[in-house]
């Protein structure tokens, strides 16, 4: 979400990423025979957030 003020140089921009903060999969990939096989995931990033502060001069 981003605020930019009317005839105003300024303006913040605030973020959250996976806000419900769940251990989701990003993927998984499974190698070799189903008997014999591997189960390789990555988890995504817990709950992130930010505010970013910037000027036009």
Known sequence: MTFVPDDSPFQVAAFIDNITNRQVFTNISITGNLDG???LS???????????????L
């Open 37 to 39: 096989s591997r189960a």
């Open 42 to 56: 990555n988890l995504a990033p817990p709950r992130t957030f930010g505010l970013q502060l910037s000027a036009r």
